[in-house]
């Protein structure tokens, strides 16, 4: 059975980005724009990572992190913050959230990769 990724992201590039790596590297990828959208999308189908932005509408990244660590269902989902939002304090609080990672954007190919073996893939 193929990994199946989520990718949270308001911006369109970023979204296509994201998917076309993934897909690449062998994931089936959905995206969506918010995480409210992504729920929705979680309760339709079962996803093995989650890429998402820090800042998007309607629920935020960290939000949508909080609503996802609070189900039993999809805690154990790997969620990787990929985010143009700086700052050691934003680090802090994705990892207490319970987010796998947190890449700060412009990122590389290199970067994604190291990432994607970090959370086992």
């Known amino acids: 059975m193929p990994k199946r990724a989520l990718v949270l992201d308001d911006m369109e590039v970023a979204r296509i980005t994201i998917s076309t790596f993934l897909t690449f590297c062998g994931f089936e990828v959905d995206s969506v724009k918010n995480g409210l959208e992504a729920l929705k999308s979680l309760s339709e189908k079962k996803y093995d990572l989650i890429f998402s932005e820090v800042k ?18 999809y805690r154990d989902i790997p969620v990787v913050f990929l985010t143009s939002i700086n700052g050691d304090e934003n680090v802090q609080k994705a990892i207490s959230l319970g987010a796998s990672s947190y890449i700060r954007k412009p990122y590389n190919r290199e970067k994604m990769k190291s990432t994607l073996k970090l959370v086992g893939f």
């Open 56 to 73: 998007l509408p309607v629920m935020s990244g960290f939000d949508f992190l909080k609503r996802l660590k609070e189900s039993p269902k």
